[in-house]
Every structure is written in C-alpha cells, then in structure tokens.
C-alpha cells in the first residue's frame, strides 16, 4: 500500500476514534483496512478498546453488500461496479478486524462466484 494509502487510513481511524458516539462499523472497516497493511499500528489497539461491547449487524451489511455487486452492471458502468466491489471489501475487512468473519463468508462466497461467472463470459 502506498505511504500516502496507509497515512490517510490512519488519519481516518484517529478521526473517528475521536467521534462521540463513536461508529462501531466504521472504526472496525479502517482498522480492518489497516491491519492488512501495518498489523502493528498502535491505533489498532485503540480500535479494539473502542469497539468492546459494540455491536454491529455484520451479516445484513454484507448481505446489502453482495446484493449490490449482483447487480452491478460493469458493462454499462464500471466505476460503480468498483465501488459496490470495494464496498463489499470494506465490509469483509471491518468484520473480519471485528473478530466475525464467518457473518460475511456466504455474502462474500456468493459475489465472488457471480464475478468469476460473468468475468468468464
């Protein structure tokens, strides 16, 4: 990840660590976002205290997720296929830093078979 990447995930996390109430899904996304690229940032450690006893519906924001890949349209508009792809990432990487990938692992198989199928058309 490019330094200019990793510095604005950083900056993103510290802002939202600092929010009042704070937002499980979106403290979790960032810092599941960053642990892919810097496992021994210290905001991480932050991110788990502020999360004890949140709780977030990871399965339905999956699921939304995965819909929204199904029936993205790369042919007529590829940058929001993108985006509902990235979405989708999002979501897998703030569940996963969450501690609960198996509520995005059938949302996720699910869109990753449908792009393998169209991309082999």
Known sequence: M??????TLRSQLDEVLQEDPIE????AILAGLLVRHDPSDDRLDAAIGKLHGAAVDWGSAADAASEA???A????DPDHAWAVL???DEVSAGATFY????AVAKPVGDAARAVRAFSAL
């Open 69 to 71: 890949v199904l029936h």
């Open 73 to 76: 349209d790369a042919v007529d």
């Open 86 to 88: 990235c979405t989708l």
């Open 2 to 7: 490019p330094d200019a990447s990793r510095d």
């Open 99 to 102: 501690g609960c990938p198996e």
């Open 24 to 27: 499980p899904e979106e403290i």
